[in-house]
């Protein structure tokens, strides 16, 4: 398999709720999105680095940042309810009609602004072993969901989990769970012919956390990275 068939795509739309302009936010003086793309040309195994977005402006300062491989993103992908998989299909679509085609696609984020280069060459690595179609970064989750509620019509508040009976383990006797980190969505492109989405059925997670678990959701999030990005 070739060395060199990884395209990198680095999605950012202008809507956000929680946090305006969520994208172009500055840290350290430089948008959010900086990070990834400054990101994505440390790793040597990348073909080709695409930036989409809805915004022309955020295209321009892309283009600032050193990229010329930009995809303007129609309406329809960028609303609320967009899935990634229709961005996906639409890239490596228009890719193919110009005669490039890639085994695998690399998303980066750009809410997640800290990453280990070393994780992105181990994910590559196991991607080419073939044993597993998909690598994501995992987290530890904060809440457990044995210490979970929800709140019924009569405003009862039972367990979110079916247990009969209520758990009181002290958290290190709770089995580990984790969530997705966001730093890294690295799979195979056929995921989406064969299991209509970017993640398939075997995935590798590998586990991040500090600073390398940030994915910026809220105003929480962004003081916790401005306070990372200074140390």
């Known amino acids: 398999m070739s060395f060199k068939n990884v395209l990198c795509l680095i999605p950012a739309r202008s809507g956000s709720k929680t946090i305006k302009n969520k994208n172009i936010v500055k840290i350290n003086n430089k948008e959010l999105f900086y990070y990834s793309i400054r990101f994505s040309k440390k790793l040597k195994f990348i073909k080709k680095v695409i930036f989409s977005s809805d915004s022309s402006n955020y295209l321009s300062l892309a283009k600032k940042f050193g990229l010329n491989d930009l995809h303007k993103r129609k309406k329809k992908l960028s609303g609320d309810n967009s899935l990634t998989e229709d961005l996906v299909r639409e890239i490596l679509f228009t890719e193919k009609k110009k005669n490039f085609n890639y085994d695998f696609v690399l998303i980066l984020q750009p809410t997640t602004p800290f ?27 904060k809440d457990h969901p044995e210490r979970m509620k929800k709140i019924l019509y009569t405003n009862q508040v039972v367990n979110y989990l079916n247990m009969k009976k209520e758990s009181l383990k002290p958290r290190q006797k709770l089995k580990n769970i984790y969530i997705r980190s966001g730093a890294m969505y690295f799979f195979r492109s056929d995921n989406l012919k064969k299991y209509n989405s970017i993640v398939g059925k075997k995935v590798y997670g590998i586990i991040t956390n500090g600073k390398y678990s940030i994915n910026i959701d809220d105003q929480e999030d962004l003081i916790l990275a401005k306070y990372y990005a200074k140390k």
């Open 115 to 141: 990453r280990q280069k070393k994780m992105f060459d181990l994910a590559h690595k196991i991607l080419l072993k073939k044993k597993f179609d998909t690598v994501i970064t995992i987290k530890d989750v």
